[in-house]
């Protein structure tokens, strides 16, 4: 499997908008890219069929031809932690199940990016959380930075929890989450001292997300892959 796991420093950060992103400057520069977000809680039913915005979102960057169930594996309707929406709703997060349905899509491209949920240590199950997703699949890791107040401290300490887990930090991504934030060079400077590790680059606020890959530089991970 050939690919990265991507995942963030708090939850609505960014990250399906940076996989996007992702997946799109990867298919310009020539690549066969899956985007996967492993699992998605939180569906509305619109056009007569229950639909995750994440899952749309990462659906429409591809140009594979993949479909809402390769891209979202397994999805919940409660817009809530996975292991409570799977509770809710009477169903098992299979370990199994979820890692081969990952990698059966990851096998229909060249690189798999694989979006996590929420932040680094997600519960799943009661023995099983997103580190250990992350581990399982073995993937080097992106890191997207949601900037705003207190982003190095999450940052430096998801990197930590990363490195403590025997995986590779591959490369981080800024992305602004809080447009007013102030000392956004010094932040950057600090963040870029502490992670050690490749930036992609810093996302400003868009009104279009087509204008995002713009903003990112793949070749660390051309480099990786």
Known sequence: MNGFFITGTDTEIGKTFVTAALTRALAAAGHRVAPIKSLAAGQTWRNSRWINEDVA????????GLSDADVGPLQFREPCAPHIAAKLE???IDRDALLHAIRATAAKA?????EGVGGFRVPLTAHWDTADLALDLGLPVILVVGLRLGCINHALLTAEAIRARGLTLGAWVANTADPH???VADNLASLQAGLKAPCLGHIPRLSDPLDAPAHLDISPLVAFA
């Open 90 to 92: 009477g169903r098992a």
């Open 181 to 183: 934030q102030s000392h």
């Open 57 to 64: 979102e990462l659906l429409e960057a591809q140009d594979l």
């Open 110 to 114: 060249d690189i798999a990016l694989v």
